[in-house]
């Protein structure tokens, strides 16, 4: 089992930047991958970046250049560094880790944070 628990999120100025935190419980972490997900009102949720066990990372395009997801596996930890945020930015953003290992399917979810970008 993984809980995930988000911070980080707040009130941020067009052109800001915020850093989003994800901690991580349990021993699966780091062979899982992480991934942040985001969900506006009316919208449905969205794949912002993802990150892979070993490193490799993507990006939806709409937040390539301007976000940067990374992760510390000696200490559970995930994040999400949002640079130039735009209002179109606003949303609750969800921590996510899953992937299968020896046959088992994993899938968890934070409770989510909420950013707000707006002048």
């Known amino acids: 089992q993984v809980q995930l628990v988000e911070s980080g999120g707040g009130l941020v100025q067009p052109g800001g930047s915020l850093r989003l935190s994800c901690a991580a419980s349990?021993?699966?972490?780091?062979?899982?991958?992480m991934a942040w997900y985001r969900q506006a009102p009316g919208n449905q949720r969205e794949l912002v970046a993802a990150i892979t066990s070993s490193g490799g990372t993507d990006y939806r395009p709409a937040v390539k250049g301007r976000f940067t997801i990374s992760r510390d596996n000696a200490k559970n930890m995930a994040y999400l560094q949002m640079n130039s945020v735009k209002p179109e930015d606003t949303a609750v953003y969800y921590c996510?880790?899953?992937?299968?290992?020896?046959?088992?399917?994993?899938?968890?979810w934070g409770q989510g944070t909420q950013v707000t970008v707006s002048s």
């Open positions: 349990g021993s699966l972490f780091s062979q899982l991958t």
């Open positions: 996510n880790v899953k992937g299968t290992l020896f046959h088992v399917s994993h899938n968890y």
